[in-house]
């Protein structure tokens, strides 16, 4: 199995940066796709942000240009660095990743418990 434990979120003012970090262990061969997703009340989780093994990255139109995505497959770690944070990003973020723990079934989809992120003044 895959823990995934995510670090980082708390309150920031608008405008404000904060990173934060997911950190997976336990088991597997390999983590495939990470990703950062978000909820706010109220709303459904929606993706915030994507990388894949090599790399390649996605975001949501309403954080391009702000929020940066990035991994340390070291450290089996994903990051999500925010800037010039709205009101609007206020949400619980979770990480997410696509692990590879039997072989013979292919990736499975795992969830952090979730950060909550505040922007307020």
């Known amino acids: 199995q895959v823990q995934l434990v995510e670090s980082g979120g708390g309150l920031v003012q608008p405008g404000g940066s904060l990173r934060l970090s997911c950190v997976a262990s336990?088991?597997?061969?390999?983590?495939?796709?990470m990703a950062w997703y978000r909820q706010a009340p109220g709303k459904q989780r929606e993706l915030v942000a994507s990388?894949?093994?090599?790399?390649?990255?996605n975001y949501a139109d309403s954080v391009k240009g702000r929020f940066t995505i990035s991994r340390d497959n070291a450290k089996n770690t994903v990051y999500l660095q925010m800037n010039s944070m709205k009101p609007e990003d206020a949400a619980v973020y979770y990480c997410?990743?696509?692990?590879?723990?039997?072989?013979?079934?292919?990736?499975?989809?795992?969830w952090g418990q979730g950060t909550q992120v505040t922007v307020s003044s």
């Open positions: 336990g088991r597997f061969f390999r983590l495939d796709d």
């Open positions: 997410n990743c696509n692990a590879l723990v039997n072989p013979f079934r292919g990736p499975s989809a795992y």
């Open positions: 990388i894949t093994l090599r790399d390649s990255t």
